[in-house]
Each structure stands twice: as structure tokens, then as C-alpha cells.
């Protein structure tokens, strides 16, 4: 219990408030044991009836195991007897936690009540084969035994009297929510200070217990602590002592230590090592100490907010870093968190309203064959996009639940967030691809200026950009490669890219045979041939681009004029291929007419191969492309 961590930290102080503290939250769990048990067995005789799963309420006590939630269901009646799965498991549990409630009372030294617990503890069923007798669940939760007799509910209730009796004789005041004694005048500005930063944010916890704060001084040293969750180990200490901040944090996952340091980075807190340690039954829990010597009082007020307003955060973090396990890698889980908590948004709404349920839902609606058994969101979406995904998922929950908004119209809007994300594949494919066109281009303007300057050294200069410039393409087709692997449904987008790619790679090639000619100038009728053609390659590669940027709009079917944009750009590089077509052919005669000897020949011929079909590559690439706008987004 937190008492033990306590001590363990040398906080002896604190110790009663906390176990008063503890103790009122062993009774809530206490009384909810007991509504389970007598559901259980309301069910067992009446099996036609539903059962309540009473899953509100142990989320509100703070007990985290979800399988208490099908017990009552599971309950059957056997001769007098109830079968009841985890039976044995649940008494186990309520006289822990009756001790933890005992354990403030005897301290106390309230007559009476160490005869009534032994007894009563010693009565309690074992269950054995999580079988119960009939009688004994009665004995044992009825509220109000007969005259002469004592029950275990009667004695919860008779506690619960002295517990609150406790609370009240110990707070000598209350600021803002905290329960406060043996402060001066000094240290009240102070717990304000903290519990303003507390309150701001607590509403962000919805219905989980926790975030209760008790105030004291000893000697020259102001003391606060809250007890933050139900988590035994999960417990903040702070000492302020002059204008000094001491921060001792101890818990049980490593991760959110490290996570609860980096939300008070933007203060230069110094950390001490991280240590570890253990409760008195041999549970370990992990503590670390940062210290920030404040520059002033208004630093130091300003640093205790901060630190109070953070608690919310620590909340179930651990169980929402598991939720969006199935969404992002580990270190972004991390990075989402922090960023839901310097947003001031979190994640409790998130799992208030389902979890890791609510965005499997929208996968379910929303991804169809881009997803497969196995697979992360983050790995068919890209971890940015997911991110950006999930950022919103945060906060409209969040918003969802302070403005009491319907849980459904939230999962619609999910859905169609998701829808958006998921059709942003497509947009960026298409960027890809006319990031890919723009390599082409650019090829095809070196071949265009080879052409021009035939016979010139400039043109062996090309060669080492036109390399550049294609491997640049290779890793752009690899790109989309691995998109299309994730992402089935876009499957045409690897054809394109590699009839695109082959007009990459034969313009290259020409590049490289340009550079051949070395100061060997072909007669003019051949070089105003090749010009011509490489005019027209220029021409279809810079259409291949726009019909690409056009294809982007297309898809808004009210963007008439960027659809019909899109349609008048593939018509051109259809027409320039032709073009291509007659103008290779004519470079072919002019180079067989007048060509100076073979090699020339052969350089001019294999010229005039490479650039047409470099634009009839850019054609079949077209053609995938107006197939794949008009049968796919605008439904033709």
C-alpha cells in the first residue's frame, strides 16, 4: 500500500493521511465486491434474467481486472450451493483490502473493532473450487445482521464511520482540495500554487479515482503529496524548503518515470539516478528525485503548478501506451502521449469511451483490403500519417467527454477521419509519381541540350547529372513499390511507375550516347532531325507532369475544370507520342541519307530508338493513369 512507499522514502509524516486516504479507497472496492458477490448470486437463481456486469463500477473504484466483469453472468445455482468463477479469488480480495481499512482504525485505537476483524476474517468462506454456500454469502454481506450477531458488511460500514471521523480530525484546512495541517503562512500560497495546476487539468481524469492531495509542514520543510492513481507504488512527494523544489516520484513502470521527467523538461530540474525498491511483499517500484533551485517565489509558485497540473497525465498511462500498441511503434506511442499531455487533452477520454475498440472499429469500416490480420495502422498509413490520425482521436475523445457529446457521433467522426487518412495514400502515390516526372523532365531537357550542343564538350557534363537524376528515379519506384505491397488496393500505381521509370532509364541512355559523339559533329539535316524529336520528348514528359498534378484535384467531382485539365493532358501526351513516332522515323532517314559512316549511323539510329521510346513508355504510363482516375475516383 502506498503507506509502505511512504516509508520507504522516509515520508513517516504522511504516512496516517495516506492510510486514511488508502483505507477510504479499500472501502469503495469493499462495497463493490459485495455488490458483485450478491449479483452473482441474484443471477445463479434467476438465470433467465441478464446480469449486470457492474463494469462502471470497479472502473470507479479503481480495480483494473476486467475478468470480474463476466462473474455474475457465470454464476450457477448447484444444490443449494453457487458455482461462482473467481469466488476464491474475490474473498482473497476483500479481506485485503479490509485490512488496509482496519489499519488506520487500530492505529487509532478505536475500541472493539480488533476482536469483530479477527473473528469476522476468520469466518470468511474459503471457497474452495470458487463454490459458496448459500448462508455464508448471507452472513457475510448482510448490512444489517440480527440482533446478537455481526456480519463483514457490518463491520465495512462501522469503519467506514471511524474512517471518515479520521479524515476530518486530521485536516486542520482544506486549500483548494487539499487536506492541510500544521502549515504557516508561508506554505499556503504554495499548496495554492500546486493545487491550481492540479485542478486545472483533474477534469481530465473523468471518472478514475485518484489525485488526492494532502499538505503539511515539518520543520523548515513544506511537504505535499497525492497519491496520484490507485497504483500502490504510484506516489509523488514534494518538499520545498526556501525557494527549493524536491520532486520524489516513485512507480512500477520505468517507462512513465521516464515519461512523467521529459513533461517538466521546459524546468531545469536536476535528476538524481534512478533507484529502485520494494513493498513489504516484495513487489518492486522505481524512484527518482529532480530538484529545481527556483530563481524566486513567482519561479518557484510557477513550478509547482506545473508539476500539479502534470499528475492527469499519469493516469492509466501505461495502459493507454498498451491500447496503441496495435497503431504505432513504441517510441511514437511515447511521443503521442506527450503530446496529448502538452495539449492538455490526454488519453483518459480515450479510454473512457473505448480504447483501442474505438479505432479498430473505424479500421474495420474504413480500411477493407488495405488492412490485413497483423498489421499496424502505422505500417500501411506511414507513422506520420498515423500520428496525425491518432492526434485527433485524443482530442475529439477528450472533447467528446467534456461536452457529454453522443459516444456515436464520435466513432462516426473517427471513421471518417480514418477515410481521409486512408485516401491520402493516394495523394501521396501521386505526389510520388510526379515527383518521378520531374526526374523525366529533367532527363529529357539534358537530352534536349545534348542535342543542341552536339559535338561540345558541355555534353559530357549531362552524363553525371542524368546518372544522379535516374538514380534519384530508381529510389522514388522503390518507394512506391514498398507503399503498393502495404497498400493492395493501389496496385496500379506499380505499373505506372515502372512504365514512367522506362522512359527514365532510356533518356539516361541517350544522355550517354549523346556524349559519344565527341567532337564529331553530324551533318545539319541530322541534327535538326534529332532536335525536332527531342523538342517533342521534352513536350510529352512536361504533359506527363501536369497530367499528374491534375490527376491530385480530380477526385473533387465538383473541380470540373481540374478533371477536364487532367483528361486534356493525357490527350497531349497520347498525340506528342504519335508525334514521336513520325519524328524518330524522319531522323532514321535524314541519318541514313547523311550520315558521315557507320558509327555515326548507328549513334544517330540508336538516338532516335532510345527518345521514342522513352515517349512511348510516357504513354503507357498515361494510360494507367487515366484508367485508374476514371474507373477509381470518378467512378467512369
Not at 502538452?342 to 488519453?347: A, F, L, N, T, V
Not at 469500416?365 to 492526434?391: I, K, N
Not at 509519381?433 to 559535338?455: I, K, Q
Request: proline share 3%.
Amino acid at each position: 500500500m502506498k503507506t509502505e512507499v511512504l516509508a520507504a522514502i522516509g515520508e513517516g509524516e504522511l504516512q496516517r493521511p495516506a492510510a486514511v486516504n488508502a483505507a477510504l479507497a479499500a472501502n469503495d472496492r469493499v462495497k463493490y465486491a459485495f455488490t458483485l458477490l450478491q449479483m452473482a448470486a441474484t443471477h445463479a437463481d434467476r438465470p433467465e434474467q441478464p446480469a449486470a456486469s457492474l463494469k462502471r463500477e470497479r472502473i470507479a473504484c479503481g480495480i483494473d481486472d476486467e475478468a470480474l466483469d463476466s462473474m455474475a453472468a457465470a454464476a450457477r445455482r448447484k444444490r443449494g450451493h453457487y458455482q461462482i468463477p473467481g469466488a476464491a479469488r474475490l474473498l482473497a480480495r476483500i479481506a485485503a483490502d479490509i485490512r488496509v481499512m482496519a489499519a488506520p482504525v487500530l492505529a487509532a485505537n478505536q475500541a472493539g473493532f480488533a476482536a469483530r476483524l479477527d473473528t469476522l476474517l476468520a469466518a470468511i468462506p474459503s471457497a474452495e473450487g470458487d463454490v459458496l454456500e448459500g448462508d455464508a454469502l448471507t452472513a457475510m454481506t448482510r448490512a444489517n445482521p440480527a440482533a446478537g450477531t455481526d456480519s463483514l458488511h457490518r463491520l465495512v460500514m462501522d469503519m467506514h464511520k471511524e474512517l471518515n471521523a479520521l479524515q476530518a480530525a486530521l485536516a486542520e484546512e482544506t486549500i483548494d482540495g487539499a487536506a492541510a495541517y500544521g502549515l504557516e503562512e508561508v506554505d499556503r500560497p504554495r499548496v495554492a500554487a500546486f493545487m491550481a495546476g492540479l485542478n486545472r487539468t483533474a477534469r481530465l481524469k473523468f471518472d478514475h479515482p485518484g489525485l488526492a492531495t494532502t499538505a503539511t509542514r515539518t520543520g523548515t520543510r513544506l511537504i505535499i503529496q497525492n497519491d496520484i492513481g490507485t497504483t500502490d507504488a504510484h506516489v509523488i512527494v514534494v518538499h520545498v524548503e526556501d525557494e527549493s523544489v524536491t520532486v520524489t516520484y516513485t512507480d512500477v513502470h520505468p517507462e512513465r518515470l521516464t515519461f512523467f521527467q521529459t513533461l517538466l523538461s521546459s524546468h531545469p530540474v536536476a535528476w538524481e539516478t534512478t533507484q529502485s525498491g520494494q513493498l513489504g511483499a516484495g513487489a518492486p517500484f522505481y524512484m527518482a528525485t529532480g530538484r529545481l533551485d527556483a530563481a524566486n517565489e513567482p519561479a518557484c509558485q510557477a513550478y509547482l503548478a506545473l508539476l500539479g497540473s502534470r499528475l492527469v497525465f499519469l493516469i492509466d498511462w501505461n495502459r493507454a501506451r498498451r491500447q496503441l500498441r496495435a497503431f504505432l511503434p513504441g517510441e511514437p506511442r511515447v511521443a503521442l502521449l506527450r503530446w496529448a499531455a502538452e495539449q492538455d487533452i490526454g488519453h483518459r477520454g480515450f479510454l473512457a469511451l473505448g480504447g483501442a475498440k474505438l479505432v479498430n472499429q473505424a479500421i474495420e469500416a474504413t480500411a477493407g483490403s488495405a488492412m490485413h490480420f497483423g498489421d499496424r495502422l502505422s505500417d500501411v498509413l506511414g507513422v506520420v500519417e498515423t500520428e496525425t490520425f491518432l492526434r485527433f482521436v485524443l482530442r475529439a475523445s477528450t472533447d467528446c467527454m467534456l461536452s457529454r457529446r453522443s459516444p456515436s457521433l464520435l466513432r462516426d467522426r473517427i471513421r471518417a477521419e480514418l477515410a481521409r487518412h486512408f485516401s491520402n495514400e493516394e495523394r501521396r502515390l501521386l505526389q510520388l509519381a510526379s515527383d518521378h516526372a520531374g526526374l523525366v523532365f529533367e532527363l529529357a531537357c539534358l537530352v534536349r541540350d545534348g542535342a543542341l550542343a552536339v559535338g561540345e564538350t558541355a555534353v559530357l557534363k549531362h552524363q553525371k547529372r542524368a546518372a544522379r537524376f535516374e538514380h534519384d528515379a530508381d529510389r522514388l519506384v522503390s518507394d512506391v513499390r514498398e507503399a503498393v505491397r502495404k497498400r493492395p488496393d493501389y496496385a496500379a500505381f506499380a505499373p505506372l511507375m515502372h512504365a514512367s521509370d522506362d522512359a527514365a532509364d532510356e533518356l539516361e541512355e541517350a544522355v550517354f550516347l549523346l556524349a559519344q559523339f565527341g567532337e564529331d559533329h553530324p551533318p545539319a539535316p541530322i541534327i535538326e532531325k534529332l532536335q525536332a524529336l527531342a523538342a517533342l520528348v521534352v513536350e510529352t514528359a512536361q504533359e506527363w507532369v501536369k497530367a499528374l498534378l491534375d490527376a491530385a484535384h480530380a477526385e473533387d467531382r465538383s473541380a470540373a475544370e481540374d478533371a477536364d485539365d487532367f483528361l486534356v493532358a493525357i490527350d497531349r501526351v497520347l498525340a506528342l507520342e504519335h508525334a514521336a513516332d513520325d519524328a524518330e522515323r524522319a531522323l532514321t532517314a535524314a541519318s541514313v541519307r547523311h550520315a558521315a559512316d557507320f558509327r555515326q549511323l548507328h549513334l544517330c539510329a540508336s538516338l532516335g530508338n532510345k527518345l521514342e521510346e522513352a515517349a512511348d513508355a510516357l504513354k503507357r504510363a498515361s494510360l494507367i493513369l487515366r484508367d485508374r482516375v476514371l474507373g477509381e475516383v470518378l467512378g467512369g
